[in-house]
């Protein structure tokens, strides 16, 4: 791939797409076309749409280095969103990381469900928790939305160093930053109740890594997508810290696995006999609402 790209031959964005969009499906990528196109939107610094107004700009050295490079990476499956370092998510644009869970449009179901109630509440009760906040995606773009105070917790460094990052850079406000495992990573001085609880834990069986696509299998932390005991190690680890952490009549969001949902159902029966099981826009189980006793 470097020899052809680094001829002498005048290269243009028309003329990578004609080279790179056949090398990337002989990969096996899946989006290949796309891929190109973002890529080289990214190296040089253009809306994607404006890539097409520029298709027979001559591309000197050094931007042919950079494209080059960034088609190699992601002829080896690397994530496009790890490669450009960005994730539009919610209408906003979060920044990601190997590190880091890549955001996924479903997620945005769980963080529609709760902006819709947080807005049917006073605004003095709007204290949220956010269990396993990753990039930070679902706080911020909660925060952006509705005014609240919001804690959001995750027990990766890299991961809290991103999301603060992202509500910094999105001027997100009222989000408290805390580090460890569930409820343990809140101090003394943090609420004791929330009237809403949300959470995105990772929830995929071990045994099922090797369906996955080598763009998440093998590049994005395992640690935030996989867990043991069917999937369900993380839930039942909340499940333990749980109790008479939601105020009266408060709400819990949960995403889960499309085949999952009704173990994840059963853990919190007990507690929570009051739940609604909402479908992503693929008509899959994507969200598990849990609603407190009044």
């Not at 929830?203 to 005991?229: G, H, M, Q, S, W």
Request: glycine residues 6%; aromatic residues 10%; hydrophobic residues 45%.
């Amino acid at each position: 791939m470097s020899e052809d790209l680094a001829s002498k031959a005048v290269w243009t964005p028309l003329k990578i797409i004609q080279w790179a969009v056949p090398f990337l499906a002989q990969k096996g990528i899946l989006h290949p076309r796309l891929d190109v196109e973002l890529l080289i939107a990214h190296a040089l610094k253009l809306d994607r749409l404006k890539v097409y107004l520029q298709f027979d700009r001559p591309l000197d050295p050094q931007e042919l280095s950079i494209i080059r490079e960034l088609l190699k990476r992601r002829s080896f499956f690397e994530p496009i969103q790890y490669i450009t370092g960005e994730k539009e998510f919610f209408g906003f644009k979060f920044k990601v990381a190997p590190g880091v869970l890549i955001p996924r449009p479903e997620t945005e179901l769980l963080v529609e469900k709760a902006i819709e109630y947080l807005k049917e509440i006073p605004e003095e009760k709007r204290i949220v928790l956010d269990l396993g906040t990753g990039s930070g995606c679902i706080s911020i773009s909660i925060a952006k939305t509705v005014k609240c105070r919001i804690w959001a917790v995750d027990i990766s460094e890299k991961a809290l160093e991103i999301a603060v990052f992202n509500g910094s850079k999105l001027g997100a406000e009222g989000i408290q930053w805390r580090r460890g495992n569930w409820f343990d990573a809140l101090n003394s001085s943090d609420p004791n109740q929330f009237t809403l609880i949300v959470s995105n834990p990772p929830y995929i069986p071990l045994e099922e890594r090797k369906e996955l696509a080598p763009e998440v299998r093998d590049f994005e932390p395992a640690e935030a997508l996989f867990a043991e005991n069917d999937g369900m190690a993380a839930y039942r680890g909340v499940a333990s810290g749980m109790r008479g952490r939601l105020s009266a009549g408060g709400l819990v969001l949960f995403e889960i696995h499309a085949k999952g949902y009704d173990k994840v159902s059963s853990l919190f029966k007990p507690d929570f006999p009051q739940q609604v099981l909402l479908n992503d826009l693929q008509g899959l189980p994507r969200v598990l609402q849990l609603r407190g006793d009044k």
